[in-house]
């Protein structure tokens, strides 16, 4: 066979890869988004968001507004709010704390984490907070698409988590999922990078 040939079927047949598992994934992420519901735990995590000249964007209020919702109806009696800032803004768990505070939660039932600008910092700093505070268990607040991504690195923690998502599916829907696609092949890449270094 010719080499054009061999390049051409090689070229075709990776993408025809990528075709399956963009499709395949996407109806995962869609599927996890819709089924996922928050367990009674011991706390809600709400990733962060961004924030608009101090005040929460309109991502952000989405996933506050779930976190209200779960919080009012008693599936876990704290909450801790994520993000930190890389901007002259406030940091995005502070401005969560605030409208949370504004809509009805006691200060003493949120527990802020500031530091992180990453989802799986989110995560990792929020187990922290949950070991020191000797808290076991723990619903993840953040939009439908992201939902799998943001279980994927919980369970990587060892955290024992549960889903509650923001079901509002964004204008640039597919977009974000497509962003998600290429977030979780990053993320499986970085796993297994990780396992091999701890071996060698």
Not at 33 to 39: L, P, R
Request: glycine residues 8%; aromatic residues 8%; positive net charge.
């Amino acid at each position: 066979m010719k080499r054009w040939k061999k390049w051409l079927y090689g070229s075709l047949s990776l993408i025809g890869i990528m075709v399956l598992y963009i499709v395949g994934m996407s109806g995962w992420i869609h599927y996890v988004a819709q089924t996922s519901h928050g367990s009674e735990s011991d706390a809600i995590i709400v990733l962060g968001a961004a924030v608009w000249n101090g005040k929460p964007s309109n991502a952000m209020k989405e996933r506050l507004d779930i976190a209200l919702e779960a919080y009012n109806k008693g599936l876990a009696p704290r909450i801790i709010t994520t993000g930190g800032t890389v901007t002259s803004e406030p940091s995005e768990a502070s401005v969560m704390k605030k409208y949370l505070v504004a809509n009805g939660v006691p200060a003493s039932a949120i527990r802020t984490e500031e530091e992180s600008t990453s989802t799986m910092e989110n995560l990792r700093n929020s187990k922290h907070i949950m070991k020191q505070e000797k808290w076991q268990s723990a619903i993840i607040v953040t939009h439908g698409f992201h939902t799998y991504r943001s279980l994927l690195m919980a369970r990587s923690l060892d955290m024992n988590v549960t889903a509650e998502p923001v079901r509002i599916k964004p204008i640039a829907i597919y977009y974000y999922t497509l962003r998600e696609c290429a977030g979780i092949i990053y993320f499986a890449g970085e796993q297994i990078l990780n396992r091999v270094r701890s071996i060698s």
